[in-house]
Structures are given as structure tokens and as C-alpha cells.
């Protein structure tokens, strides 16, 4: 019996939670979120963690630069150049959609 009522909660919750699925707006396509974005931004560092980081730090700052909102969006990173003594380099493309 106990088994049994466990299982059925199971099931409601997992109806529950599609349903909840289904039903959610994505913030992208929310009605103020309209202008396309992007920017491109460069890091310089002695370790690869840092290098991106910057670069990712920059790209976002440059999107938001223009003083409104936007979604998350995604972020493309590649190494540009790395220095034998250990230099890294390396460009970091963010796409957002911003509020006009």
C-alpha cells in the first residue's frame, strides 16, 4: 500500500512539473526583449582561466554598455594566440536580445 500511494504521488509530480514545463514563456522571447546584440571581447593573462574570464567579463560589459537589459544570452570563446612563456589570448563573442 505504501508503495503503491508513492508511486502515484510520483506521477503527480511529474504531471505537475510538465504541465509547468510546457506552459513557462521563455524570457528570450518576452515582449520587451527585442533587439539582437552582440559584441566581441579580448582576454589577456598568464593562465587560460584568466584569459577567458576577462574576455567574457569584457563581452558582456560592452553589450550592457548601452545602459538597458538583456537576457543572458550565449557566449563563443576561442583561443586567439598563446605565447611559449605563457601568455594566453583569447576572443569571446556574446549574443543577447536587449530591451530597445
Not at 503527480?12 to 515582449?31: K, R, Y
Amino acid at each position: 500500500m505504501l508503495r503503491e500511494s508513492w508511486l502515484r504521488r510520483l506521477g503527480l509530480v511529474s504531471a505537475v512539473a510538465a504541465f509547468g514545463l510546457v506552459v513557462t514563456p521563455v524570457a528570450a522571447h518576452a515582449n520587451d526583449y527585442d533587439t539582437p546584440r552582440s559584441a566581441i571581447g579580448f582576454g589577456v593573462d598568464k593562465s587560460v582561466n584568466g584569459a577567458i574570464d576577462q574576455s567574457i567579463q569584457k563581452a558582456r560589459e560592452a553589450i550592457l554598455a548601452v545602459g538597458t537589459a538583456c537576457t543572458p544570452g550565449i557566449y563563443r570563446t576561442r583561443l586567439v594566440y598563446a605565447s611559449p612563456g605563457g601568455t594566453w589570448v583569447y576572443e569571446t563573442t556574446h549574443e543577447a536580445m536587449c530591451v530597445d
